[in-house]
């Protein structure tokens, strides 16, 4: 079982830049892809970014402007978001399993942080 919980979202003008960070619990945590989705208002859920042992994958609507990274020693996951745009604006949840992909989920899901770019 991994219980993830996320931190870092906010409300920040266009052009700037938040670092999500997500905690899990969980001897597992380091044998796991990690992810981010997100989900804008009125929008399916989407995904963002994901990391494992084979490397780093990313939305192309976020590429070069997003960073994920992990710390297997403190059991924690970051999103940097640089260059923010009003479409960014969501819901970001981080994601905990097997294999993560544009197109596969986790089975963990953490409760969600509030992101809102202002243009």
């Known amino acids: 079982q991994v219980q993830l919980v996320e931190s870092g979202g906010g409300l920040v003008q266009a052009g700037g830049s938040l670092r999500l960070s997500c905690a899990a619990s969980?001897?597992?945590?380091?044998?796991?892809?990690m992810g981010w989705f997100r989900r804008a208002p009125a929008k399916e859920r989407e995904f963002v970014a994901a990391i494992s042992w084979s490397g780093t994958y990313y939305a192309d609507s976020v590429k070069g402007r997003f960073t994920i990274s992990r710390d297997n020693a403190k059991n924690t996951v970051y999103l940097q978001m640089n260059s923010l745009k009003p479409e960014d604006t969501a819901v970001y949840y981080c994601?905990?399993?097997?294999?993560?992909?544009?197109?596969?989920?986790?089975?963990?899901w953490g409760q969600g942080t509030q992101v809102t770019v202002s243009s």
């Open positions: 994601n905990a399993g097997p294999k993560i992909t544009g197109v596969t989920s986790g089975n963990y």
């Open positions: 969980g001897r597992t945590f380091s044998s796991y892809d």
